[in-house]
């Protein structure tokens, strides 16, 4: 097997850089029996994370290990990324222009707003912000930061492995929610070689890492999900290919009505307001797309709370 793209040494180093400027998010031990499951269930907080979402690490990450030209920072973002980019150029005074769809939620948008950043709309679908985003970097020679196509990125996201690792170190299985790829790949590359078994869970409607693994090798899929906001990206691009395909287990495909069902039994019980893409992996416990062995440690990660409460409110009823 040639040489991983991401290492342990590569994500302890990360660690120690975004150490202070990320927050270390609980985890909620459930026991067994949670949820009707025979597993012993834990919840992994990470929605608690700055700026709503995991993004905040890799952002971090990419602004303290590479060099920030004058023209700041650009993305382009459905939104969590965006914001985390923005919350973390906000903390280290530097200039942040995020790229958005027209698809792109109010709330998610008005969040990158809020930390100080320059919000262009970049056409109909996140590619058109994409392409968008690549001119003005070409253009101005600002520092781009993909949400999970680069190294930076996918390290920054598996200090969230290394972290959950320390607090639960008897774990069997993490159920990870995937649309680009960047944190099931950072995930996946701290628990490589170990006893913890790594599984995506993608929509029915959204499947970009599944379709890769069949096909060894990225490709395009059609998106269309509850959640594809956050989980909706076309092709996971080859660097996540190149990591994932012998690190993942597999991948849990969800159904969009599991994903609401997540959603408000957070709310109802837990009280934790989450969207869709972060309440994913727990919709695949949930609906039995992932179906644990009797007392296996299971840990399911919540990753994103940047949901419309208007939206939320007509789940729960």
């Given amino acids: 097997m040639s040489a991983r793209p991401v290492t342990r040494p590569m994500i302890e180093e990360a660690a120690a850089r975004i150490a202070g400027h990320a927050r270390v998010t609980p985890v909620m031990r459930l026991g067994t029996g949670a949820f009707g ?3 012993d269930i834990s919840l992994k907080l990470e929605c608690l994370q700055h700026a709503g979402s995991f993004k905040t690490r890799g ?3 990419n602004l303290l290990s590479l060099p920030v030209p004058a023209a700041g920072v650009s993305a382009a973002s459905g939104g969590n990324h965006g914001a985390a980019v923005a919350y973390a150029a906000s903390r280290r005074g530097v200039k942040a222009t995020i790229f958005v ?5 109010a709330a998610k948008i008005e969040a990158i707003k809020r930390f100080g950043a320059d919000v262009v709309v970049g056409g109909a679908q996140y590619d058109d912000a994409q392409a968008a985003c690549d001119r003005f970097v070409a253009e101005t020679g600002a520092l781009k930061i993909h949400p999970f196509a680069a190294a930076e990125t996918i390290t920054g996201q598996g200090t969230l492995g290394r972290e959950w690792d320390q607090q639960e170190p008897d774990l069997d299985t993490v159920l990870v929610a995937v649309g680009g790829g960047g944190l099931i790949s ?3 590359s701290w628990f490589a070689g170990s006893k913890v078994k790594v599984v995506g869970v993608e929509p029915e409607g ?5 379709a890769a693994l069949d096909a060894k090798g990225p490709v395009e899929v059609k998106v269309a999900s509850v959640a594809a906001d956050s989980l909706g990206a076309r092709n996971v691009g080859q660097l996540v290919y190149d990591v994932t395909r012998d690190s993942v287990d597999h991948v849990a495909l969800v159904p969009d009505a ?3 069902e997540a959603q408000g039994v957070l709310w109802r019980d ?3 307001a989450v969207e869709a893409g972060g309440a994913a992996a727990l919709g695949a416990l949930l609906c039995g797309a992932y179906k644990p062995a009797k007392g296996e440690r299971l840990g399911v990660l ?3 709370a940047n949901v419309d409460l208007t939206k939320l409110a007509a789940i729960v009823g």
């Fill in 258 to 260: 599991a994903i609401t």
């Fill in 302 to 304: 919540v990753c994103g």
């Fill in 59 to 61: 952002a971090f990450n």
């Fill in 186 to 188: 950072g995930i996946a």
């Fill in 101 to 105: 769809p027209e698809i792109s939620p």
């Fill in 206 to 210: 959204s499947r970009a890492l599944q």
């Fill in 37 to 39: 499951s025979a597993a």
């Fill in 270 to 272: 837990f009280r934790l």
